[in-house]
């Protein structure tokens, strides 16, 4: 059971990024998944999360408009589609999932027990 989070990089104030995160062993329809983030100093924050019900998402206040989240089954992906970045952005990203399938725990990080690796965002002014 593992998750990869890959698609960060260096990009300019403006600028797009795709974060993918791609499960094995396991199938990730069955979970709800989170993003997060950590920046140098600050706590980890929750940016966007999907159900598995039904494919709902939700955003935190911070990226809602600019970040879409997104599953590929057939890929056993979920893609966050990252635009007009800011350097507020920069972080660490995380992906996760909760212990059970068809659970959901929105933004709090601490009900997630699978996590990704991280992939690094860092966005210039």
């Known amino acids: 059971v593992q998750l990869q989070a890959s698609g960060g990089g260096l990009v300019q104030s403006g600028g797009s990024l795709r974060l993918s995160c791609v499960a094995s062993?396991?199938?990730?329809?069955?979970?709800?998944v989170g993003w997060f983030r950590q920046a140098p100093g600050k706590e980890r924050e929750g940016v966007s999360c999907?159900?598995?019900?039904?494919?709902?998402?939700y955003y935190s206040h911070s990226v809602k408009g600019r970040f879409t989240l997104s599953r590929d089954n057939a890929k056993n992906t979920v893609y966050l589609q990252m635009n007009s970045l800011k350097p507020e952005d920069t972080a660490v990203y995380y992906c996760?999932?909760?212990?059970?399938?068809?659970?959901?725990?929105?933004?709090?990080?601490?009900?997630?027990?699978?996590w990704g690796q991280g992939t690094q965002v860092t966005v210039s002014s």
């Open positions: 996760a999932t909760p212990e059970s399938p068809f659970t959901f725990r929105g933004f709090h990080a601490g009900a997630y027990r699978n």
């Open positions: 062993g396991f199938r990730l329809d069955y979970y709800a």
């Open positions: 999907i159900s598995s019900a039904d494919n709902t998402t």
